[in-house]
């Protein structure tokens, strides 16, 4: 008899057993970075696509962002094993040593029954257990859990695609400055040239004297000015690698030696384009990511909603365990073990408000996330036609600065030619060279200005992440 009163617990031990390594595999998932370090032997000109592809790699910012997804999934994880049974071994052993008080009444009453009774003492007890139990039902709290924690593993996601859009920004901006400074560096030295070739013709002109004196000084003055243009440019251009560099998380915020940008492109038709401002903001609604992780963590909260609301609801365990005693000695025999099996109801009747206070807490902070994805989502509508508008007029700057840039281009070699026939004066050819310079530096920056409200408008729209690489599932 007593061991058929010991099969149901043995079999529902047995099966915990048999189903842990299922539980403990199903709850595991590396994840293998398979990319390698950048191979910057092979890179000699940085490009914009390359250098956001690093960035996303290397950036320590964006491996912390992916932690983070990371720790959200390790969550639905701890949420899911709440749905398996548990199962605990306990063991443990004591020696009691009795008063002497405890031990004359002790030994008077085993002396009721036999007068020659003796109590051992001190004593060592031992026992073990074995007990699986599982919840059948807990007001619907595991289900309402697991959904929370899919959420919010969703709105880590989200949070890490945004991580990426602000980061593709930062680099595309931080690349477009470097690039302006770039172009003033080959504008100051085109200057320097020039000026060095107008010294060299004045020079001889003195030597054979048919020129002054001040030709040659002032040529000499204006290349020094083109230098020390050029020098200021250098320190902007450096400084805005080392920008560049901390990014793409370069160690010490520097590119290597080696290593260059490439040079301003003309504008393409695509830059030129309008934008239609409408279908951007549709776009942004749904492709933004913090607006996704807004979304998501409605939905999150609503689902704490739910569990706050479960314990207005019953719970129901299963349970079953072994369990053994002996004195003396831990060698445990079959005859030292019994079992039980227990179905356990437990209902809160009144905890003092606690539970409806909870849900109220709960429903609040979903009003409060609601509200804030309504102010993000009018702020993102905002902030895009406003972008759109800064695009529209960077067009239109760049169209007419190329225009200037070409009629002052025009402008200095016609002076130049009338300067070197002896037909021009020396301040006209000081004033169109000088003219030519900032015509060209307005265009690189107007060129540079554009590409940058793209870069604004597309990272508002959420479009950038698209653009500069393709979507990835983390």
Known sequence: MR????????????????????????????EVNSEGPTDWSRIDILNLATAVKIALADNPGLDAASARVRQAKAQVDQARAAYWPRLDANAGGARVELSENAYQENLATARLLNPLATIDDPEEYYNADLTAS?????????????????????????????????????????????????????????DERFNQRQLNDAEARERVGTGSLSDVLNFQVRMNQAKTSRINE????????????????????????????????????????????????????????????????????????????????????????????????????????????????????????????????????????????????????????SSAALVTSAQAQVKLQRENAALVQRTRDLVEKEYNAGQGSLVRLNEAQKDLTTAQSNLARALVALRQAWVELETRTGNIVAAYRPAETP
């Not at 919010?152 to 302006?180: C, H, M, P, T, W």
């Not at 073990?337 to 009747?349: A, D, E, I, K, P």
Request: with cysteine; hydrophobic share 45%.
């Open 134 to 190: 599982w919840a059948l039902f807990d007001g619907f709290e595991r289900k309402f859990t697991a959904a929370a924690a899919r959420h919010g593993e969703q709105s880590s996601k989200a949070a890490l695609n945004d991580a990426r859009r602000l980061l593709i920004s930062a680099v595309a901006l931080s690349y477009f400055s470097a690039q302006l400074a770039l172009e003033n560096i080959a504008i100051a030295r085109a």
């Open 234 to 385: 250098e320190y902007q251009y450096n400084t805005a690698l080392y920008g560049l560099a901390a990014l793409l998380g370069l160690p010490n915020s520097r590119l290597p030696a080696h290593v260059g940008l490439a040079r301003l492109d003309p504008e393409t038709q695509s830059e030129l384009s309008e934008p239609l401002v409408e279908d951007l903001i549709a776009t942004a609604m749904d492709r933004r990511p913090d607006i996704q992780q807004a979304r998501w963590q409605v939905k999150q909260v609503d689902a704490q909603v739910k569990i706050a609301q479960s314990d207005y609801y019953p719970s129901i365990v299963l349970s079953g365990s072994l369990e053994g005693e002996r004195t003396d000695d831990p060698g445990f025999g079959q005859d030292d073990f019994g079992n039980r099996v227990r179905v356990g109801l437990s209902y809160n009747l009144f905890a003092g408000g606690l539970t409806r206070a909870r849900v109220r807490e709960a429903r609040h902070r979903k009003v409060e996330l609601e509200k804030n994805l309504e102010e993000k989502i009018l702020s993102a509508a905002s902030d895009i036609r």
């Open 3 to 30: 061991k058929t009163i010991l099969c149901p617990a043995i079999v529902l031990v047995c099966f915990f057993l048999a189903f842990s390594p299922a539980i403990e595999a199903a709850t595991e998932n590396p």
